[in-house]
C-alpha cells in the first residue's frame, strides 16, 4: 500500500522549532530558576511516524505531530534549574501527561504493606510465598511491632478497615513522603471508607509517616524498582490496546479533564476497587488491582471506571429503588447476594447498571460473542433481570437518541426496577425455569436415546448412524451454546420445546409395540429431537446444525423411495 507522509527532514525540523519554543516559553512564563536564554542546545533525535493517508484509524490522524522529538538541553548558568511537579506543561493546550496512567504507586504499596504486616503480626510472617513477599519480610520483619502496624491491626479489628478500606485512603495521599492528604475530608469523600474519622485519619497517618522513616521505606522502593517496572509493563501491555477510554464519553457522555489511572498491588490478590478523586472540576477515577493473569483483565477495569460514572449519577435516585430492592431481596442468590451483602439498595442500583456497562462495553469493542458470554456470566452469578435491563437501555437509546448510560438513563431504570419487583415472584420463577431447561432437556434426550437403542435391538437391526451423530452434534452443539453465552428461552420456548421432545419419545414408544420393518418412527422422531433441544435450551446459533441434520434425514428417506421404488422404507443396516 502506498504511504503519503511528509518529509522526515522538514518535519523534525518543523517539530523541532515547535516544540523548543514551547518549551522556552514554558520556562519563562512558569519562572523557573534559570533564565530561558541560558539553556543550550546540545542535540536533537527525531523518530519520525509513518503514518499513511489512505489508512482508517482509530482517531483522527494530526501528521503535524507525527514525530518523536527529543531535545538535549544544556544549561549554561551557575543556578539550578529546577521544574516543580505543579508546572502546567502545555503545547497546544494539551498536557504531556497521558489521562490514562497503568503502573505500580508507591502509596498503594505502601499502605498494602502495612495492612499485610497487620495481618501478620505477632506471629510472624509466613514462609514462603512469592518473590515479593520474602522481600517484605526480610526488609519489614525486626519493624512488625512498630506503633503503626499495631494501628492498622486495631483498625481492622475495631473499626473494619481492611485492604479496601486502606486503599481508599492511599489514593487520598499526595506522595509517601509528605503523606499530605490531596483534598480536605469535609465535605467527606466519596469513596473514602465509612470506617474512618478525621480524627482516625489523622492518627493513622501520623504513625504512617513514622513508618515510613523508620523503616526507609524510600529504600526498599528502589531496591523493588526492577520488579515494578516488569510489573507495569506487563498490566500495560495488555491494557493499553484493550481499555478503550473514548468508549466512556460515547456511553456515559463527555467527562472534561477526566483522568485514568490503573494501579497494579502486588499484594493485591484477585480483589479490584474502584475509587475516584475529584479535585476542582477534574474526576480521576482510579481502579486498584491485584497483579496475576491479564488476559481478559480488560472487563474488570472497564467494570471499576464505570462505577465513577453510575455511583455519583445515581446517588439522588437511591431512595426510590428501596421498596423494589427490598421485594427483589428474598430472591436474589449466588455471587451477585454476596457482593451487595450490606449495601442492598445502593449495592444493587451500581453493579447492574456498571455490569450491564462491561456487556455494552464488550459489544462495541469486542463483538457479538465476547457481550454474550459476559451476559451468561451475569446470569449465572444471579442477575436474571439483566438481558431486560439491555433491552431497556438498548429500546431508550434507539428512541431517543441519548447516551446508554447518561445520568438521565436513572428515571428509566427506576421504572424498570419498579416494574420488575412488582413481578418478581413470577420473573425469579422464569429464570429459575430457564436454568432448570438444560437438566431437563439432558433427561429427556437420555431417554431417547435409550428407546432408540431398544428399538434397534428388538427389530435387530443396527442403530442407524445418521439420527444418533445428527443427535449428537445437535445436543453438544446446543450444550455449547446454554452454557457458554447464558441462553434463557422463558416459557415460550421451554413448553413447546419440551411438548415436541415429549413427541419425539411418543413416536419411539409406538414403534415399540408396532415393531415396524422400517425406520420411519426413528427418522421421524430424529426430526423431533433436532427441533425440541434448541427450543429448549434457546439456542440460536445451533439452529443452523439443526436443519443440516433435518434435511439431512429428508434426503435419506427420498433416496430410499427412489431406490427402493416403493412407499415402504427398509430397515437401516447402519
Known amino acids: 500500500m502506498r504511504t503519503s507522509v511528509p518529509a522526515p527532514s522538514r518535519l523534525a525540523m518543523t517539530l523541532t522549532l515547535r516544540y523548543l519554543a514551547g518549551i522556552l516559553c514554558c520556562l519563562s512564563v512558569f519562572g523557573a530558576t534559570t533564565r530561558a536564554d541560558t539553556l543550550l542546545i546540545e542535540g536533537v533525535h527525531v523518530v519520525p511516524h509513518q503514518q499513511s493517508r489512505e489508512m482508517r484509524y482509530r482517531q483522527k490522524t494530526d501528521f503535524s505531530i507525527g514525530a518523536r522529538v527529543e531535545l538535549f538541553l544544556s544549561n549554561a548558568s551557575e ?3 529546577v521544574l516543580p511537579a505543579s508546572v502546567d506543561v502545555r503545547l497546544r493546550g494539551r498536557t504531556a501527561e497521558s489521562p490514562f496512567f497503568i503502573g505500580v504507586d508507591p502509596r498503594v504499596e505502601l499502605f498494602s ?10 506471629h510472624g510472617l509466613r514462609p514462603g510465598g512469592t ?4 522481600a517484605i519480610a526480610r526488609h519489614f520483619e525486626p519493624h512488625l511491632d512498630h506503633p503503626g502496624v499495631s494501628c492498622a491491626a486495631r483498625l481492622k479489628r475495631h473499626n473494619g478497615i481492611d485492604y479496601g478500606a486502606q486503599m481508599s485512603l492511599a489514593v487520598l495521599v499526595a506522595d509517601t513522603a509528605s503523606l499530605q492528604l490531596r483534598i480536605p475530608l469535609e465535605p467527606w469523600p466519596e469513596t473514602l471508607h465509612d470506617g474512618w474519622t478525621i480524627e482516625t485519619v489523622d492518627a493513622y497517618l501520623s504513625e504512617v509517616r513514622d513508618f ?3 523503616t526507609d521505606f524510600a529504600a526498599f522502593l528502589e531496591a523493588q524498582r526492577p520488579l515494578y517496572a516488569v510489573t507495569a509493563s506487563r498490566a500495560e ?3 493499553r490496546k484493550t481499555v478503550h477510554l473514548e468508549w466512556f464519553d460515547r456511553y456515559f457522555g463527555p467527562r472534561p479533564n477526566g483522568k485514568y489511572r490503573v494501579f497494579v498491588s502486588l499484594l493485591g490478590g484477585r480483589g479490584s476497587f474502584a475509587f475516584w478523586v475529584r479535585d476542582g472540576a477534574a474526576l480521576e477515577a ?10 481478559g483483565r480488560e472487563s474488570t477495569v472497564v467494570h471499576e471506571f464505570a462505577h465513577s460514572y453510575v455511583n455519583p449519577a445515581a446517588a439522588p435516585y437511591l431512595k426510590g429503588f428501596e421498596e423494589a430492592v427490598s421485594r427483589m431481596k428474598p430472591h436474589l442468590s449466588g455471587d451477585f447476594m454476596r457482593t451487595i451483602e450490606g449495601l442492598e439498595t445502593a449495592g444493587f442500583v451500581h453493579e447492574s447498571l456498571t455490569r450491564a456497562a462491561v456487556i455494552r462495553y464488550l459489544h462495541d469493542e469486542k463483538g457479538f460473542l465476547a457481550a454474550r458470554m459476559a451476559l451468561g456470566r451475569e446470569i449465572k452469578n444471579g442477575l436474571f433481570w439483566m438481558p431486560e435491563l439491555l433491552k431497556v437501555m438498548e429500546d431508550r437509546q434507539a428512541r431517543h437518541g441519548l447516551q446508554a448510560g447518561g445520568q438521565d438513563l436513572m428515571p428509566a431504570f427506576e421504572e424498570f426496577v419498579q416494574v420488575y419487583g412488582a413481578n418478581i415472584k413470577s420473573n425469579a420463577a422464569l429464570a429459575r425455569a430457564g436454568n432448570a431447561a438444560l437438566p431437563v432437556c439432558l433427561a429427556l434426550l437420555g431417554c431417547w436415546c435409550v428407546m432408540l437403542v431398544v428399538v434397534s435391538h428388538r427389530n435387530k437391526t443396527q442403530m442407524s448412524r445418521l439420527p444418533v451423530a ?10 455449547a451454546e446454554f452454557i457458554v453465552l447464558g441462553n434463557r428461552s422463558g416459557l415460550f420456548g421451554i413448553v413447546p420445546g419440551i411438548a415436541i421432545l415429549l413427541s419425539a419419545l411418543g413416536v419411539m414408544a409406538a414403534s415399540l409395540w408396532r415393531r415396524p420393518e422400517s425406520d420411519p418412527p426413528v427418522l421421524l422422531s430424529s426430526l423431533f429431537v433436532f427441533t425440541g433441544v434448541p427450543l429448549v435450551l434457546s439456542a440460536s446459533l445451533a439452529w443452523g446444525f439443526c436443519a443440516a441434520a433435518g434435511i439431512a434425514l429428508m434426503l435419506r428417506m427420498w433416496r430410499c423411495r427412489m431406490k427402493r421404488g416403493s412407499s415402504r422404507f427398509p430397515v437401516a443396516k447402519g
Request: proline share 2%; glycine share 12%; aromatic share 10%.
Open 79 to 81: 543556578d539550578t534549574l
Open 470 to 479: 445428527g443427535a449428537s452434534l445437535v445436543l453438544w452443539t446446543c450444550v
Open 131 to 134: 518473590p515479593y513477599q520474602e
Open 237 to 239: 501491555e495488555a491494557l
Open 113 to 122: 504493606i502495612i495492612i499485610y504486616l497487620a495481618g501478620e503480626a505477632g
Open 212 to 214: 515510613v522513616r523508620k
Open 286 to 295: 482510579i481502579c486498584v488491582t491485584g497483579a496475576g493473569r491479564w488476559a
